[in-house]
């Protein structure tokens, strides 16, 4: 047991950093966007499986063998009080470390969603009172506000919303593609796939590879919500109306967003080729298989 939880440490580690550095630079994603989340989102749960899991296997390793007997062995040693000889210092800082790690992945992402849930309620109450329903597009709300901006608020009670600078600076078919990304971004609940990664990289903002993760998933449901919108609009629509809400980007975050918006804009009127369809559903079949890794690993101690 104490092989299986070692290489289950080195499985973790290796998702969290450098696995996820080098994802978060690569082009094909580019590709295949759905692919691309999909497998972001083996590499969160496998790697925290793995970190968490290669303590509980190495330290109920006295207990028996496979995880499955060392489970109940521990309950009953710890109602009758007797412990296994082989049971050592090492054994209990191991599980020790896995239920500190496993409390802090938890506590994170229930304050993260905490956080967001208050500030997303906050928000849709000053929309209530300050946006004026569009009867036009039934759940859109109109700010009156120059600045041509929209976005969209997600949740049980989600708000699709324009401000009126967006009505008066783009042609109804740019609104058209602008409602598009949006309505993705709500269908899909791409902030479902997002929470988890601001609360992994949360948890240990230190490791590069997980701030890298969540800066490559936020902009993954990005062309994945633009991809959505070109089949739905002309893809000159789709940039134009893009370039006209990115000239409206605060200055101080004018140099970061800029860069993202023109890979984004690159991509929509060059759009690369996609994958073939064997390469994409190995892609699909490897994030299955990446995250029955460490199950079956810990299973089988």
């Not at 296997?57 to 009080?81: D, E, K, Q, S």
């Not at 609009?233 to 109306?241: M, P």
């Amino acid at each position: 047991m104490a092989v299986t939880a070692f290489a289950l440490l080195v499985f973790g580690l290796l998702l969290a950093e450098p696995v996820s550095r080098r994802l978060a630079t690569a082009e094909w994603p580019a590709r295949d966007p759905v692919g691309a989340l999909l497998l972001w989102q083996a590499i969160g749960l496998s790697g925290g499986l793995a970190l968490v899991g290669s303590g509980l296997v190495y330290g109920l390793g006295p207990f028996g063998h496979p995880m499955t007997a060392a489970l109940p062995n521990a309950v009953a040693a710890a109602t009758t009080g007797r412990w296994p000889d082989e049971l050592g210092l090492g054994h209990l800082l191991a599980l020790l470390a896995a239920l500190l790690l496993a409390l802090r992945l938890i506590a994170v992402l229930i304050a993260v969603m905490v956080r967001t849930l208050r500030t997303r309620r906050r928000h849709r109450d000053l929309l209530d009172l300050l946006a004026t329903p569009w009867p036009a597009v039934p759940g859109a709300r109109v700010l009156d506000h120059p600045v041509p901006v929209a976005y969209c608020l997600p949740g049980l009670r989600s708000r699709l919303v324009l401000s009126a600078g967006v009505l008066d600076a783009l042609e109804p078919a740019a609104v058209a593609a602008v409602l598009a990304h949006e309505r993705a971004h709500l269908r899909e609940r791409h902030d479902l796939v997002v929470l988890p990664f601001v609360a992994w990289g949360a948890t240990a903002p230190f490791v590069r590879g997980m701030v890298c993760a969540q800066l490559a998933v936020a902009a993954l449901v990005e062309m994945r919500a633009d991809d959505v919108a070109t089949a739905c609009t002309t893809r000159s629509q789709l940039t134009g109306a893009l370039r006209s809400m990115g000239a409206a980007a605060p200055a101080a975050a004018l140099t970061s967003f800029s860069v993202a918006l023109e890979h984004r804009l690159d991509r929509i009127l060059a759009p690369p080729a996609p994958l073939s369809v064997g390469v994409r559903l190995l892609l699909r079949l490897g994030a299955a298989a990446l995250v029955a890794a460490p199950v079956t690993a810990i299973l089988l101690g």
